[in-house]
């Protein structure tokens, strides 16, 4: 099982940037789905998630701004960024929680995307 994040780039102040997440592999079912990000000196932290019901949560910093969804047919997870900050910029990550065929259970993580907003 893999998670394969792209989408994420260079954009200035006030831009829009579309993330997305493909799980792949031997995979029996997928439960939560998430982005997280993390900047130069800071820990990772968490962004938005999505449950697998398509309840939402999303850190305070992000409200208003970004919209996390998926579309469980293919096992992907997106993040739309709007309104983008220069405090935005960091390494994001996306993860899941996967049930393989073999009924394992465990957090998979992705590659991270590099976002960088321009002032």
């Known amino acids: 099982v893999q998670l394969q994040a792209s989408g994420g780039g260079l954009v200035q102040t006030g831009g829009s940037l579309r993330l997305s997440c493909a799980a792949s592999g031997s995979i029996f079912s997928i439960g939560a789905m998430g982005w997280y990000r993390q900047a130069p000196g800071k820990q990772r932290e968490l962004v938005a998630r999505?449950?697998?019901?398509?309840?939402?949560n999303y850190a305070d910093s992000v409200k208003g701004r970004f919209t996390i969804s998926r579309d469980n047919a293919k096992n992907t997870v997106f993040l739309q960024m709007n309104s983008l900050k220069p405090e935005d910029t960091a390494n994001y990550y996306c993860n899941a929680d996967i049930t393989s065929r073999q009924y394992l259970v465990r957090v998979y993580w992705g590659q991270g995307t590099q976002v960088t907003v321009s002032s």
């Open positions: 999505i449950t697998s019901g398509g309840s939402t």
